[in-house]
């Protein structure tokens, strides 16, 4: 019973790492075609 709770527990926190990487991943893909828009409006 401990058990299965200790490995949903840790099931939830690789999700949020997942969602975490995802979310830099996103940011940074926008961030990157945002400064190459500005680049190609100078």
Do not use: A, C, D, Y
């Not at 969602?19 to 500005?38: A, D, E, R, T």
């Amino acid at each position: 019973m401990v058990l299965k709770r200790l490995t949903i527990f840790l099931n939830q926190k690789n999700i949020g790492k997942r969602l975490n990487l995802f979310h830099l991943f996103f940011k940074s893909s926008v961030f990157i075609s945002n400064k190459q828009k500005s680049s190609r409006l100078l």
